[in-house]
C-alpha cells in the first residue's frame, strides 16, 4: 500500500543547513508529484514546494527561494528536502505529501502524507 | 497567493451535535472549464500529519465517516460533521490547490463541549 517514510528527527544549529528524506514504497515512484509543507510548533500548514520525481520539474513557493532545494533519486523512490542558513524561525516538523493527480497534473489535493520530521534549530 | 480564511478559530460542540468550519478564500477557487471547485479539507489530530477528508470541496475520501460533508463553491465552503463524535477532537484545515502556490487555512480546533 501507499506509504512515504521519513527520515528521523534532526537537530541544528543556526546556519547550518538539513537534509530530510522522504521514501516512497507502494506505489509507481514516477507518477506522482511530491509537495513538501512545514508545521512550526502549534502553528498552520505552509507549503514548501513541489517536485516531479522523475528528476524533472520542481517548484518552490517564494518564501523559500534560494534556501531550499529539492531532489529526486528514482533508483531508490525517494525525494529529499534541503534547506540552508537556518534560524530558529525554521524549527517545524516537515511533511512530505504526494499530490494525487497523474503527473503532469500538478492542482491536485494532499492523497497521502509522510509521517512528519522534527527539524530543531537552536545555539 | 490565495488566502484562505476559516472561522471559527476554534469551537466546542457537544457529543452527538453539528458541528460547522467555514473557510473563505480571497479568489475563487472555481474553475469554469470542468465546474470543479480546488478545496480540500485536512483533520490532523496531535502528533499525526494531516489526514484527507474531502476534496474537489465535497467529495468524500474512501473510508471516512458518512458524518463529514463539504459544501459551497466559488469562495465560500462548509465542513459540516453532522454528529460529532469523541474521535473527532482535531484541527481542520481547509486548502486550495486551484493555484500552483497551495495555501491552507489558518486552522480551525475542535473540541467537545
Known amino acids: 500500500q501507499v506509504q512515504l517514510v521519513q527520515s528521523g528527527a534532526e537537530v541544528k544549529k543556526p546556519g547550518a543547513s538539513v537534509k530530510v528524506s522522504c521514501k516512497a514504497p507502494?506505489?509507481?515512484?514516477?507518477?506522482?508529484?511530491l509537495h513538501w509543507v512545514r508545521q512550526a510548533p502549534g502553528q498552520g500548514l505552509e507549503w514548501m514546494g513541489i517536485i516531479n520525481p522523475s528528476g524533472g520539474s520542481r517548484t518552490y513557493a517564494q518564501k523559500f527561494h534560494g534556501r531550499v532545494t529539492m531532489t529526486s533519486d528514482t533508483s531508490t523512490s525517494t525525494v529529499y528536502m534541503e534547506l540552508s542558513s537556518l534560524r530558529s524561525a525554521d524549527t517545524a516538523v516537515y511533511y512530505c505529501?504526494?499530490?494525487?493527480?497523474?503527473?503532469?497534473?500538478?492542482?491536485?489535493?494532499?492523497?497521502?502524507w509522510g509521517q512528519g520530521t522534527l527539524v530543531t534549530v537552536s545555539s | 497567493d490565495i488566502v484562505m480564511t476559516q472561522s471559527p478559530d476554534s469551537l466546542a460542540v457537544s457529543l452527538g451535535e453539528r458541528a460547522t468550519i467555514n473557510c473563505k478564500s480571497s479568489q475563487s477557487v472555481l474553475y469554469s472549464s470542468n465546474d470543479k471547485n480546488y478545496l480540500a479539507w485536512y483533520q490532523q489530530k496531535p502528533g499525526q500529519p494531516p489526514k484527507l477528508l474531502i476534496y474537489?470541496?465535497?467529495t468524500r475520501e474512501s473510508g471516512v465517516p458518512d458524518r463529514f460533508s463539504g459544501s459551497g463553491s466559488g469562495t465560500d465552503f462548509t465542513l459540516t460533521i453532522s454528529s460529532l463524535q469523541a474521535e473527532d477532537v482535531a484541527v481542520y484545515y481547509c486548502?486550495?490547490?486551484?493555484?500552483?502556490?497551495?495555501?491552507f487555512g489558518q486552522g480551525t480546533k475542535l473540541e467537545i463541549k
Open positions: 486548502q486550495q490547490y486551484y493555484s500552483n502556490t497551495y495555501t
Open positions: 474537489w470541496a465535497s
Open positions: 505529501a504526494r499530490g494525487s493527480g497523474y503527473i503532469p497534473a500538478t492542482r491536485y489535493y494532499f492523497d497521502y
Open positions: 507502494g506505489y509507481t515512484f514516477t507518477n506522482y508529484y
